[in-house]
């Protein structure tokens, strides 16, 4: 069974930066595809990006790219996501979230229970 | 604007059935499988079907989904208050190089 155990909620100001963690259990990061989604509040669920372990390559939603850099921490099994040049429109409850195995097309079986994140002045 | 086109909302009584429907495209619901995911309020998603009709453990065979074409659907019967949720769709879509896209969201009533 995996497990995945997000850090805690973050404010942050406009144009800073915040890095979300996920711990993973049960498995090790090497034999899952971690993914990241994001709601934003009263809103749906919206992708983006994840591990494909295919190409060995993290593959970013189109909307986040040059802002989002998902890594990972094979050592501690934590995947880490970090967003940039932060604004309002992306405070948000951030999410990870992956099969119980290494591999792109495969449904998103397993969440972590997501962190919040404040974009303020 | 979610690649996906789900109604907003849904509602029905008690022992009902309803269904939900998400439409896409032949590059994303008419090439690849379909997931449905339950998010219950305030907490995250759970994923309730996926390759179009296959249910995970543990998820009551109250819930089925299916697959026509560039349409997908998911049906709930005998409709439990529980059962009150939002539920999106997903799909893989091949024209975003195998990007995950999901549907706006239906937000499910029971009466």
């Known amino acids: 069974q995996v497990q995945l155990v997000q850090s805690g909620a973050e404010v942050k100001k406009p144009g800073a930066s915040v890095k979300v963690s996920c711990k993973v259990s049960?498995?090790?990061?090497?034999?899952?595809?971690m993914h990241w989604v994001r709601q934003a509040p009263g809103k749906g669920l919206e992708w983006m990006g994840g591990?494909?372990?295919?190409?060995?390559?993290?593959i970013y939603a189109q909307k986040f790219q040059g802002r989002v850099t998902m890594t990972e921490d094979t050592s501690t099994d934590t995947a880490y996501m970090e967003l940039s040049s932060l604004r309002s429109e992306d405070t948000a409850v951030y999410y990870c979230?992956?099969?119980?195995?290494?591999?792109?097309?495969?449904?998103?079986?397993?969440w972590g229970q997501g962190t919040l994140v404040t974009v303020s002045s | 604007q979610s690649v996906l086109t789900q109604p907003p909302s849904a509602s029905g009584t008690p022992g009902q059935r309803v269904t939900i429907s998400c439409s896409g495209s032949?590059?994303?619901?008419?090439?690849?499988?379909v997931n449905w995911y339950q998010q219950l309020p305030g907490t995250a998603p759970k994923l309730l079907i996926y390759?179009?009709?296959q249910r995970p453990s543990g998820v009551p065979d109250r819930f089925s989904g299916s697959k026509s074409g560039t349409s997908a659907s998911l049906a709930i019967s005998g409709l439990q208050s529980e059962d009150e949720a939002d539920y999106y769709c997903?799909?893989?879509?091949?024209?975003?190089?195998?990007?995950?896209?999901f549907g706006g969201g239906t937000k499910l009533t029971v009466l």
């Open positions: 979230a992956t099969p119980p195995r290494s591999g792109w097309y495969y449904p998103l079986d397993y």
């Open positions: 049960g498995y090790t990061l090497t034999e899952l595809s």
């Open positions: 591990f494909d372990p295919e190409d060995g390559e993290t």
């Open positions: 032949s590059s994303n619901i008419g090439s690849n499988t």
């Open positions: 390759s179009n009709n």
């Open positions: 997903a799909a893989w879509d091949d024209s975003l190089n195998g990007h995950v896209v």
